[in-house]
């Protein structure tokens, strides 16, 4: 059974920092895509950063540098640093596992990011 299960959300102030982390199970990561999502009140998910099964590393124009997607030396944990905070980036921020080659993916149950002062 593959879970995703994100942490590491919370309240900051604007310019702070937050790391979430994203840890797998179930799944081979080397099959996998993994990416950051996040999503508002009222407006549709969207794209934050990914890393390929490859190790390809793309971003959101929105966070390109500030915020960095990484995984760990086994490959089960995804994080995401997010750094220099605007209070736009206040969301639900949702951790995805997209498999490369058979169209299936999975989601975590996402976890609460605030920036406000």
């Known amino acids: 059974q593959v879970q995703l299960v994100e942490s590491g959300g919370g309240l900051v102030q604007p310019g702070g920092s937050l790391r979430l982390s994203c840890a797998t199970s179930?799944?081979?990561?080397?099959?996998?895509?993994m990416a950051w999502y996040r999503q508002d009140p009222g407006n549709q998910r969207e794209f934050v950063a990914t890393?390929?099964?490859?190790?390809?590393?793309s971003y959101a124009d929105s966070v390109q540098g500030r915020f960095i997607i990484s995984r760990d030396s086994a490959k089960t944990t995804v994080y995401l640093q997010m750094n220099s905070l605007k209070p736009e980036d206040t969301a639900v921020y949702y951790c995805?596992?997209?498999?490369?080659?058979?169209?299936?993916?999975?989601w975590g149950q996402g976890t609460q990011v605030t920036v406000a002062s």
């Open positions: 179930g799944l081979i990561s080397e099959r996998y895509n």
């Open positions: 995805n596992a997209r498999h490369r080659w058979m169209d299936y993916e999975y």
């Open positions: 890393v390929t099964g490859r190790g390809t590393i």
